[in-house]
């Protein structure tokens, strides 16, 4: 692929891969609950001593680690719909026809029906 065609994606394609990763931070979620669950188990029915204080250490590890895995999510799914909501020309009222430049802050919007140009993601 050209580089300048990399840089570039279409707002839909863009929309997509948001969503993809967000729902991948929240799959890791969810294995790392089930971990978690899977050592609550284990610990029920093999506790003694030492190895009972080593894996609750490793469980409150697993448990920080499973709510900033759910705080990606989040993060990341909410701004994909605040860019969603905002991707509509206010002009001639077309939905996600510009490009995105891949990373950056604030994304800038060029219609490419009617020429409009707005910024998505600042108030």
């Not at 089930?34 to 609750?56: D, M, R």
């Not at 759910?70 to 860019?83: D, E, M, N, T, V």
Request: hydrophobic residues 45%.
């Amino acid at each position: 692929m050209h580089p300048k065609v990399m840089q570039h994606l279409k707002f839909n394609r863009w929309y997509e891969r948001q969503l993809f990763s967000g729902f991948a931070w929240l799959v890791s979620c969810l294995l790392c609950g089930f971990l978690f669950a899977a050592i609550v188990e284990y610990i029920a029915k093999h506790s003694s001593g030492i190895f009972t204080l080593i894996s609750l250490v490793v469980l409150y590890g697993i448990g920080i680690g499973c709510i900033e895995l759910f705080r990606r999510f989040w993060i990341q799914l909410s701004f994909a719909q605040y860019c969603a909501n905002s991707a509509t020309c206010s002009d001639c009222g077309s939905y996600g026809l510009f490009e995105v430049r891949k990373d950056t802050w604030p994304i800038y919007a060029r219609c490419q029906k009617c020429d409009h140009r707005w910024v998505i993601g600042q108030d």
